[in-house]
């Protein structure tokens, strides 16, 4: 029973890692590309 539950708070953890990782990976690319039509402009 307590692995169980440690494998699913392990599992819950790597999960919101994951998004958190998604999120800002996102927002960097974003900010690249904004970069990247800004020195596209000059």
């Known amino acids: 029973m307590f692995k169980k539950a440690f494998l699913y708070t392990a599992l819950s953890i790597s999960y919101a890692i994951g998004m958190l990782f998604k999120v800002v ?6 900010f690249a590309e904004k970069i990247m039509l800004s020195l596209e402009r000059d």
């Open 25 to 30: 990976s996102n927002g960097f690319l974003g």
